[in-house]
């Protein structure tokens, strides 16, 4: 996050970030006053989504190209995170403040929790182990580019906002507005 952004980075690092990102960010919503969750929630479904989008739209290709069985794992991973997103939408329709909403947050951190894992265990070794170094520099370029092309998440929703309102609209919606953009970088590029 905080890196320099003219140092070249190899892919995976930037995506190591990434998910300690999401893991303080699941810790921050945890421990939020209840004023701040909506808040907290908003900034965490931004940041799942603009990872996810950017992972399927430059790492994902990359995982089909150049490893054994590729096509599969890619297919196995993205199919969690279609999961995933699905639940934030979900749990954006019941509100922070419904009593079901505790629960849906136990299953999308203990599903995004056990995915992460499971693609630093495996696509990140086999990125690592079957692309160049020069190729898993320029990935780090395109990644970031199209994580910079995703709008940043909204402001906190107003105050006078009725609780469990969130401004930033349809988890689906933020879905396709990143998908846009960062589509809209890699083919001007
Ligand atoms: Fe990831």
Same mark, same amino acid.
């Given at each position: ?12 690092? &930037? %995506? &190591? ?8 960010? &699941?810790? @921050?919503? =945890? ?7 909506? =808040?907290?929630?908003? =900034?965490?479904?931004?940041?799942? !989504? ?6 399927? #739209?430059?790492?994902?290709?990359? !995982?089909?190209?150049?490893? $054994?069985?590729? *096509?599969?794992?890619? *297919? ?9 997103? #699905? ?20 299953? %999308?951190?203990? =599903? ?21 170094? $020069? ?5 780090? +370029? ?5 994580? +910079? ?16 309102? %969130? ?6 919606? !933020?879905? $396709?507005?990143? @998908? *846009?953009? !960062? ?7």
């Amino acid at each position: 996050m905080n890196g320099s952004v003219d140092a070249p980075t190899q892919v995976v690092p &930037l %995506l &190591l970030a990434d998910h300690e990102e999401a893991k303080s960010l &699941l810790q @921050r919503f =945890e421990e939020a006053a209840a004023s701040k969750r909506d =808040e907290a929630f908003c =900034e965490l479904t931004y940041a799942l !989504v603009r990872h996810e989008v950017a992972e399927e #739209e430059v790492v994902y290709p990359a !995982v089909r190209r150049y490893v $054994d069985g590729g *096509d599969d794992l890619a *297919d196995m991973r993205i199919a969690e995170q279609s999961k995933a997103e #699905e639940l934030l939408a979900e749990m954006e329709m019941v509100g922070v403040g419904s009593p079901q909403f505790p629960a849906m947050f136990t299953t %999308l951190r203990s =599903e995004v929790l056990a995915h992460a894992q499971a693609e630093e265990q495996s696509v990140f070794v086999e990125l690592s182990a079957n692309v160049s170094p $020069d190729e898993l520099l320029e990935l780090g +370029k395109r990644y970031e580019l199209a994580k +910079k092309a995703a709008p940043t998440h909204p402001h906190p929703h107003a105050p006078d906002t009725p609780p469990g309102n %969130l401004v930033m609209g349809p988890v689906a919606a !933020v879905v $396709d507005r990143v @998908r *846009d953009a !960062v589509r809209g970088v890699k083919s001007s590029t």
